[in-house]
């Protein structure tokens, strides 16, 4: 193997030391300008996406294809000619539609469900509409609940025509029952039975006794005292503006048993049901999902929750309901 010279190896090591130098320089540069962007993302970051106003934008077409919807239906299933009833606001080709000469239906409690499932065109955006609406053919006749399908389009974001005539549907599926998760049952004479036909009562009466106390009742009249005295600080929670005549506390469920003792800010789920009377003597069944809370060895009611508690089972698929003849 031949052997370098001394010129040979000072011109090598100085080659290297210099392409040393210039990975170095690059290696600078390229970290100078990462971290410069790290810095321009730190002081400037990115606008977040209008999520808000897309939801805002989407909620608002929505509410208006429904509204425009149930105009529709309604207007179309009342319409007489001798009223001269227009039509040509709503449907395409509306000089097409037969209607009667008088009016053929009284129609209420129209209600509409609004789902994105056509095809979208330049500025246009789809929606098919369901209008759920109660008819009558005359004041004293049964009512019958009826749904129409009636497809809308969207100009432009808020200039609406239906794209076809009605379509008559059957009603929709039904729901499923749902176990719910309160397995424990809280007797009468429970602490929490006691809190909650307290809260109940002054929550839903003007009563000055607790339910299931006072004139015509086993037990002597126990004042209820103010809303305060059955609530968390925190809870938020105000009386109803119109009250009910009376309440009776019909039963008492949880999530578990309740400690004897509960520690504090132990907090519970509770389900309590009510039969409520108006002024009017009307009954009402009515039930509350609650989050109870213990504070200074007392329970309080700390929320009213929208939905109760599930139990774990999965529900069933529902029953087809027979046809109607």
């Given at each position: 193997?031949p052997?370098?010279?001394?010129?040979?190896r000072?011109?090598?090591k100085?080659?290297?030391h210099g392409?040393?130098?210039?990975?170095?320089?690059?290696?600078?540069?390229?970290?100078s300008?990462?971290?410069a962007?790290t810095?321009?993302?730190?002081l400037?970051?990115?606008p977040?996406?209008?999520i808000a106003?897309?939801s805002f934008?989407?909620?608002?077409?929505?509410?208006?294809?429904k509204?425009?919807?149930i105009d529709?239906?309604?207007?179309y299933?009342?319409a007489?000619?001798a009223?001269?009833?227009?039509?040509?606001?709503?449907?395409?080709?509306a000089?097409r539609?037969?209607v009667?000469?008088t009016?053929?239906?009284?129609?209420?409690?129209?209600a509409a469900?609004?789902?994105?499932?056509?095809?979208d065109?330049a500025?246009l955006?789809t929606?098919?509409?369901?209008?759920?609406?109660?008819e009558?053919?005359?004041?004293?006749a049964t009512p019958e609940?009826n749904y129409?399908?009636i497809p809308?389009?969207?100009?432009?974001?808020?200039?609406v025509?239906?794209?076809?005539?009605?379509?008559?549907?059957d009603e929709?599926?039904?729901?499923?029952?749902v176990e719910?998760?309160?397995p424990?049952?809280?007797p009468?004479?429970h602490?929490?039975?006691t809190?909650?036909?307290?809260?109940?009562t002054a929550y839903l009466?003007n009563s000055p006794c607790i339910?299931?106390?006072?004139?015509g009742?086993?037990?002597?009249?126990?004042?209820?005292g103010?809303l305060?005295r059955?609530?968390?600080t925190?809870?938020r929670i105000?009386?109803?503006?119109?009250p009910y005549?009376?309440v009776?506390?019909?039963?008492?469920?949880?999530?578990a048993n309740p400690?004897?003792i509960?520690?504090e800010?132990?907090?519970l789920s509770a389900r309590?049901t009510?039969?409520a009377r108006?002024a009017?003597?009307?009954?009402?069944?009515?039930?509350?999902?609650?989050?109870?809370?213990?504070?200074g060895?007392n329970w309080?009611?700390a929320?009213?929750?929208p939905v109760p508690?599930?139990?774990?089972a999965?529900p069933e698929p529902?029953?087809?309901?027979?046809?109607?003849?």
């Amino acid at each position: 193997m031949p052997k370098l010279s001394n010129v040979w190896r000072r011109r090598i090591k100085a080659a290297t030391h210099g392409t040393g130098r210039v990975i170095l320089a690059v290696l600078v540069v390229t970290s100078s300008v990462s971290g410069a962007g790290t810095l321009k993302r730190w002081l400037l970051p990115d606008p977040p996406p209008p999520i808000a106003d897309i939801s805002f934008d989407t909620i608002n077409q929505t509410d208006l294809v429904k509204a425009f919807a149930i105009d529709c239906v309604t207007t179309y299933l009342t319409a007489a000619s001798a009223q001269g009833t227009d039509l040509s606001r709503c449907f395409p080709n509306a000089s097409r539609l037969t209607v009667p000469s008088t009016p053929g239906l009284i129609v209420t409690a129209p209600a509409a469900y609004a789902k994105r499932t056509g095809p979208d065109r330049a500025n246009l955006r789809t929606y098919g509409v369901l209008v759920g609406v109660t008819e009558q053919p005359y004041a004293t006749a049964t009512p019958e609940r009826n749904y129409y399908q009636i497809p809308l389009g969207v100009y432009g974001g808020d200039a609406v025509r239906a794209l076809d005539n009605l379509a008559r549907l059957d009603e929709p599926p039904a729901g499923v029952d749902v176990e719910l998760g309160y397995p424990a049952t809280i007797p009468a004479n429970h602490p929490i039975a006691t809190l909650l036909s307290g809260f109940i009562t002054a929550y839903l009466t003007n009563s000055p006794c607790i339910s299931g106390t006072g004139q015509g009742q086993a037990a002597a009249c126990q004042p209820v005292g103010s809303l305060d005295r059955y609530i968390t600080t925190d809870s938020r929670i105000k009386p109803v503006k119109h009250p009910y005549a009376s309440v009776t506390v019909t039963g008492v469920q949880s999530i578990a048993n309740p400690p004897d003792i509960p520690a504090e800010n132990f907090t519970l789920s509770a389900r309590v049901t009510v039969s409520a009377r108006s002024a009017q003597y009307t009954p009402y069944d009515l039930s509350y999902p609650l989050t109870i809370r213990a504070t200074g060895g007392n329970w309080f009611v700390a929320a009213i929750q929208p939905v109760p508690a599930l139990a774990d089972a999965d529900p069933e698929p529902p029953t087809p309901a027979p046809p109607k003849h």
